[in-house]
């Protein structure tokens, strides 16, 4: 099977290589958040080409191939692998990327074989990772979970070598050294990146506390990758964001302060999207990023409408929320890209589109009565010279009714159970 598709002028030429494991097989290593469950070989193959074309390679070719065995040495069979290095022979294919886990021997054998660069699912991940990584702290994070993964692959490499010299325990040959080396300098490069990021998170978790000293609720976006979080994050709050029609145009946490039609204000935040088969190397940077979900006051799940894969996606997103803590959390459903499609919206979930605008200020409008759900009312007295005071419950709560009366004002104000038990304090104080 070959197919074309959106090509990109200029771009290395790639082949994508789906790979259905034989059945009852559990990979070495295996992945983070379990199989693509629920995914047809097909839907599989679209997205790994999905993720080859975020990398900008110009897929040229793609196949899914299903092992009846595998082959130590290169996994797919000789007939797959003639297909293919035909493929990159007649269309001068550079690339070729295996949707699996592959051994570095594995790795090595097929690059011999095609003669391309070969690329495993794990390599891909993380070298988009790197690509869309833009604050210090994703970056940093990246680059441990590459530093982590080759430094897995030279040890493996490094076992086999000895296997192959039958284990007599003597100094190996240059390459052997120069394995030895490798490893020295990932080994300190790692050391330092790390102490980089320890800093750097340091930072990131005073910022955190201080926005909860200030009482600004948190509303996190979450979802599968491509769902369109970005594009409503950018919506949202009409602010300039780094759109790419690609997976993972996030892995960095983004946030924006933003004032809601009820006049609440809110820091509104953008996550990586989720992935099925996320390679474990990342799975200590994805976590980070969802630190600000597991400290959100509300989340927004953003599903894509438009794709068959909804539901499975949705699965997913559940499984790794239940695993950090969140599934609890106070939640609004989205369901975005309502201009693709006429499919109904599911139950009390909120169509919406983030290209066209439609439903968006609706959704404002709900983000503002969910956060304002459990809130108290007020009725106070303010004296008419006070301005602090007044500036105050402006700014944490939402004034329902004000009237003067002579020198003093008589409000009645939404708060947060916290802030009425602060503003009791703060009287009871003068
Ligand atoms: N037709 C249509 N396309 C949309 C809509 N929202 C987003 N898209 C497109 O969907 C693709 C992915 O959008 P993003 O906003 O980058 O998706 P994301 O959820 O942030 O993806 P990750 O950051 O990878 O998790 C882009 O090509 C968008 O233009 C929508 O409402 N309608
Ligand atoms: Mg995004």
Same mark, same amino acid.
Request: glycine fraction near 10%.
């Given at each position: ?45 679209? !997205?790994? =080409?999905?993720? $080859?074309? /975020?990398?900008?390679?110009?897929? #040229?070719?793609?196949?899914? @191939?299903? &092992? +009846? ?12 692998? !003639?297909? =293919?290095?035909? $493929?990159? /022979?007649?269309?001068?294919?550079? #690339?070729?990327?295996?949707? @699996?886990? &592959? +051994? ?327």
């Amino acid at each position: 099977m070959q197919a074309l598709i959106d090509r990109t002028p200029g771009a290395p030429k790639g082949a994508v290589v789906g790979v259905e494991m034989p059945r009852g097989y559990a990979p070495e290593g295996g992945f983070a958040l379990g199989p693509r469950a629920g995914r047809t070989a097909d839907e599989k193959l679209a !997205e790994a =080409v999905n993720l $080859a074309q /975020a990398l900008d390679i110009d897929v #040229v070719y793609s196949e899914a @191939v299903h &092992l +009846s065995k595998i082959i130590p040495a290169t996994l797919l069979g000789g007939g797959v692998v !003639e297909r =293919v290095a035909a $493929a990159v /022979a007649e269309q001068g294919i550079e #690339v070729v990327v295996v949707d @699996v886990l &592959l +051994s570095p021997r594995q790795q090595r054998e097929l690059e011999l074989a095609l003669k391309a660069k070969v690329l495993d699912r794990t390599g891909m991940i993380l070298d988009i990772f790197a690509k869309r990584a833009r604050t210090r702290a994703g970056k940093l994070q990246v680059e441990v979970a590459q530093l982590t993964y080759q430094q897995s692959r030279l040890v493996r490499l490094w076992s086999h070598l000895e296997r192959q010299r039958g284990g007599t325990g003597k100094a190996g040959g240059p390459g052997e050294r120069q394995i030895e080396l490798d490893k020295r300098m990932l080994n300190a490069r790692l050391a330092k990146v790390k102490g980089e990021l320890r800093e750097v998170e340091q930072g990131r978790g005073l910022q955190r506390m201080a926005r909860q000293k200030n009482n600004v609720p948190t509303v996190a976006l979450v979802g599968y990758t491509n769902a369109g979080k970005s594009t409503l994050f950018n919506r949202l709050v009409s602010e300039g964001t780094l759109v790419d029609d690609a997976l993972f145009a996030t892995l960095d946490p983004l946030m924006r302060k933003l004032n809601l039609p009820n006049g609440l204000d809110v820091v509104l935040v953008d996550t990586v999207g989720f992935i099925a088969d996320l390679p474990h190397e990342l799975v200590e940077a994805f976590k980070a990023t969802l630190e600000e979900v597991v400290m959100a006051d509300l989340l927004l799940h953003v599903h894509d409408l438009s794709n068959p894969e909804m539901l499975a996606q949705a699965h997913d997103v559940e499984t790794v929320l239940a695993q950090i803590g969140a599934a609890e959390k106070r939640r609004i459903e989205v369901f975005n890209k309502i201009d693709k499609v006429t499919m109904p919206v599911p139950g009390d979930g909120y169509g919406v589109s983030a290209v066209t605008g439609k439903g968006v200020v609706e959704l404002l409008d709900v983000v503002g009565d969910r956060l304002q759900e459990d809130w108290e009312t007020m009725e106070v007295q303010v004296p008419a010279g006070e301005g602090k005071k007044l500036a105050w419950l402006y700014a944490h709560g939402e004034v329902v009714t004000k009237a003067l009366d002579g020198e003093m004002w008589s409000l009645a104000v939404k708060l947060r159970a916290g802030d009425v038990a602060l503003w009791k304090k703060m009287e009871g104080a003068q």
